[in-house]
């Protein structure tokens, strides 16, 4: 399923706050600390997190940055492409060079424009007449004013119909043509606000007002997202309080409503990424590489400006205390993460892939990690460490570090619990760490966390206030003690045995062979990667001194590159997976459908609606799902987006089948013959997929085990 809740909500979930006893199996120090005087001192540096406070404010709340003003005079909105976008950029950047970082550039990268001119809202006409209800717009979705059959004002004043989902059964004995219809998102059942938009547009509707019901939890809160969807009719997003008023009112009898916005979408468009270094001492070329965003919804007081604050207060502390690092530290603020393109499945996250993959795909196989920079909330009380399983080992023996320093130092220490941390998993496409990772690197997320104080404010009018000094400081403090340990460490600290578990268990065996294909050279080289991974890594971690210490690091970054190459996204839910993983849901329930209706049974075309996107043969007509399902993931869509080069998997239409299908068992029709011979070939389509990831996979874990083997010969 599709869930963009904000990620420290899922960190929540993941870590487990427990005591840690393990001994330090990285980085051994003196038994007195674990910490370094180059740690205390940036420790100390950091204080009491005021800076980075100070910055928060800034950029959350001061008009000279943001589109619009609220009437406590604070500024909200900077979307990707706007003035605000470009003002927010170009602070940054002055920032930077003002705390020390050197090299300082915005760099501009193409988007799609978005512009919040003034607020927008949506207001009863008929049969009474409410006060202007608060709305939210979803970026890239152009307002009321830039339609050509709004109201002299701007505003469209239409009759409203509720349909419910927004499916196209919905629609049934309802006429919408003309009118302004009510949707219930729901992304369990229609994947994104693209699916229901581009569905109201065919039945004739002139405009959705709409509410979130996952994600905006208080009765008040009116939540916004990237669209996903064509820039067409507009849509208003809502609280769940005014969209039940509007509800019951059409329910009810005839109901008339006006919707007002005026938001502008701009084809072509520019966003900015700022980068600044730390240049490095003694391993310049190798890089560690800090990431945070500064576009937003609404306030974004904690999501994401709490992240950019405390990564810049993270790296003034480094150069304060006079830090001088042997890789080169770079420091990225980040433009059009929540929203950066029109009309794609991939809206997110423009920046940090235009950056990784166009500005600088050299990164990749030199960078020992990307850190992303999480936000901080008043009342946390421990830290996150997350990350891939290369990582997992370094970072149980890091943690024990940021724990000593938050339980022996105040105020932390009055309440720190410490953490601990978890195996790892792909990098998640709804945070940078995935554009950075699929560019051919180890990523990591570093925050402070605990807080539940957000839960429900996602992306809405509420996320104001909610961040406190201490908690930014804990933040910047874990991102400086990492970092240091990072930097210092002699060899690049991955172990690659434990990708190999990681890895095995995405391999479905029974999907694998019934498609005829073998699964013994999988299992050949995941063993040799276990055994020569940890074999490398136990070396690693008990070497002092290498005379090829540059050549070791080296290997171990391609290795890197290497394993993240297998990367893709596919499936519901922007689902981050290996290659073959798509491809063995998919032969498996087409086979099965096949199967089924050779047989007879008339409910196995149930079975391709399990297919990636299928579900949306049941829901929506077959314009929209060819768009979205079909079209958008076509590798000759247009469009910079992080599914572009190759990272799409194929996705199989079985719309005309699955309702074909459908109506037989309606009907009682049992002649499946015709559904039986257009699937096939789709089938036999799916395992030469599957056979070719297969394939890469293999290739993929070979040439790691021959660059870990290479390592071998050189620590020995």
Not at 43 to 64: F, H, I, K, N, R
Request: aromatic share 12%.
């Amino acid at each position: 399923m599709k869930s963009k809740m904000f990620w420290t909500l899922t960190i929540a979930l993941m870590i487990s706050i427990s005591l840690i006893t393990l001994t330090p199996i990285y980085g051994k120090k003196p038994p007195e600390t674990l910490l370094t005087e180059e740690e205390l001192a940036m420790a100390a540096a950091v204080g009491d997190g005021s800076y980075a406070m100070d910055v928060d404010l800034t950029l959350s709340y001061d008009p000279d940055l943001n589109c619009i003003v609220d009437d406590l005079g604070r500024g909200c909105w900077r979307p990707a492409g706007s003035d605000a976008d470009d003002a927010a950029a170009l602070w940054i950047k002055e920032e930077m060079e003002r705390i020390g970082l050197q090299n300082v550039a915005m760099k501009p990268f193409p988007c799609h424009g978005f512009t919040y001119n003034s607020q927008p809202y949506v207001q009863v006409k008929s049969p009474i007449t409410t006060g202007e209800m608060l709305g939210a717009v979803p970026s890239g979705i152009p307002g009321t004013v830039q339609q050509n059959y709004s109201d002299p004002d701007g505003g469209i004043t239409r009759e409203v119909v509720y349909v419910g989902l927004g499916r196209k059964q919905d629609y049934i004995g309802k006429d919408v043509e003309g009118k302004i219809v009510l949707v219930d998102i729901y992304s369990e059942e229609m994947y994104w606000s693209n699916f229901p938009h581009m569905q109201a547009e065919l039945e004739g509707a002139v405009g959705l007002v709409v509410h979130w019901i996952e994600y905006q939890q208080g009765e008040g809160f009116v939540c916004t997202h990237d669209s996903e969807a064509r820039p067409t009719i507009p849509m208003i997003t809502v609280s769940h309080r005014d969209f039940a008023v509007l509800k019951d009112l059409a329910l009810a009898g005839p109901t008339v409503v006006k919707m007002y916005a005026d938001c502008e979408v701009t084809i072509p468009d520019w966003s900015h990424n700022v980068v600044g270094y730390i240049p490095g001492t003694t391993n310049p070329d190798e890089l560690i590489i800090h990431g945070a965003i500064f576009d937003k919804h609404w306030y974004g007081f904690h999501h994401h400006i709490s992240d950019v604050s405390a990564m810049l207060q993270s790296a003034k502390a480094l150069i304060d205390s006079g830090y001088e690092p042997s890789c080169t530290l770079v420091y990225v603020a980040i433009g059009a993460e929540e929203y950066g393109w029109t009309d794609t499945l991939n809206a997110w996250a423009i920046g940090s892939h235009f950056l990784a993959h166009y500005d600088h795909p050299d990164w990749g196989g030199r960078t020992r990690a990307f850190v992303e920079v999480l936000g901080s909330l008043k009342e946390d009380y421990t830290v996150y460490l997350g990350g891939q399983p290369g990582t997992y080992l370094w970072r149980q023996s890091v943690i024990q570090v940021i724990n000593e320093f938050f339980t022996t130092h105040e105020p932390w220490s009055d309440y720190y619990v410490p953490a601990s941390t978890w195996f790892g998993a792909l990098p998640s496409t709804w945070i940078d760490n995935w554009n950075f990772g699929t560019s051919g690197m180890e990523t990591m997320s570093c925050c402070s966390t605990g807080s539940t104080l957000y839960q429900g404010m996602y992306h809405c009018q509420n996320d104001t206030g909610i961040v406190s000094a201490e908690a930014l400081a804990m933040n910047a403090i874990a991102n400086g003690i990492n970092t240091i340990r990072m930097d210092r460490a002699l060899l690049v600290p991955y172990n690659y045995g434990k990708w190999a578990d990681l890895i095995e268990a995405t391999v479905d065996k029974d999907a694998i062979t019934t498609a005829g294909i073998s699964t013994g050279r999988i299992y050949a080289e995941l063993n040799e990667l276990e055994r020569i991974g940890n074999r490398v890594w136990n070396l690693i971690k008990d070497t002092t001194e290498c005379a090829d210490a540059d050549a070791v690091n080296a290997l171990m970054m391609q290795a890197a590159k290497e394993i993240f190459s297998l990367i893709i996204v596919g499936g519901w839910g922007d689902q981050s997976m290996l290659g073959h993983e798509h491809y063995q849901v998919d032969t498996t329930c087409l086979r099965e459908a096949i199967e089924g209706l050779q047989e007879g049974d008339p409910y196995a075309f149930w079975w391709l609606a399990d297919v990636y996107g299928g579900w949306y043969a049941y829901n929506v007509d077959y314009e929209v799902y060819y768009h979205f399902m079909i079209e958008c993931t076509s590798p000759d869509w247009q469009g910079i987006t992080w599914g572009d080069q190759g990272r799409e998997a194929h996705f199989t239409d079985v719309y005309v089948e699955f309702n074909s299908l459908l109506e037989k068992l309606m009907t009682g029709d049992t002649d499946y013959s015709a559904e039986i011979a257009s699937l096939q070939p789709k089938y036999e389509t799916a395992v030469e997929n599957l056979e070719d990831k297969v394939n890469k996979l293999v290739t993929t874990l070979s040439t790691v085990n021959d660059l870990l083997k290479a390592v071998e010969a050189l620590l020995k």
